[in-house]
């Protein structure tokens, strides 16, 4: 069964940091551009952060840039979203999902073919 599973989410106080990992199963997405989004209750889900099968291309919706890092370990089959700075509405629902169509960056959900089932991230003020 290939699966993404992600992990690392909790609560946080305004300020702080979480580290997100995403971790693969049933195939190698090492060949895959991955990314993260994230979903606010009642909002539509939203492109954070996507990052080449190789690890050496990165991009960020502006809204993260530079507060959040996007990073991988292809050995281990692993993509991490490293949260710092958080604040009250980054609070939502953080999805990994592996790139579809090779298009680079693939900052649109239709560009993903997998999802993971989502880790809560609060953030309190």
């Known amino acids: 069964q290939v699966e993404l599973v992600e992990s690392g989410g909790g609560l946080v106080q305004a300020g702080g940091s979480l580290r997100l990992s995403c971790a693969a199963s049933?195939?190698?997405?090492?060949?895959?551009?991955m990314g993260w989004f994230r979903q606010a209750p009642g909002k539509e889900r939203l492109f954070l952060a996507t990052?080449?099968?190789?690890?050496?291309?990165?991009y960020y919706d502006d809204s993260v840039k530079g507060r959040f890092t996007i990073s991988r370990d292809n050995a281990k089959n692993t993509i991490y979203l490293q949260m710092n700075s958080l604040k009250p509405e980054d609070t939502a629902v953080y999805y990994c999902?592996?790139?579809?169509?090779?298009?680079?960056?693939?900052?649109?959900?239709?560009?993903?073919?997998?999802w993971g089932q989502g880790t809560q991230v609060t953030v309190s003020s």
């Open positions: 990052i080449s099968a190789s690890g050496s291309s990165t």
């Open positions: 049933g195939r190698t997405f090492s060949s895959n551009a």
């Open positions: 999902a592996a790139d579809l169509d090779r298009t680079w960056p693939p900052t649109a959900k239709y560009q993903y073919e997998l």
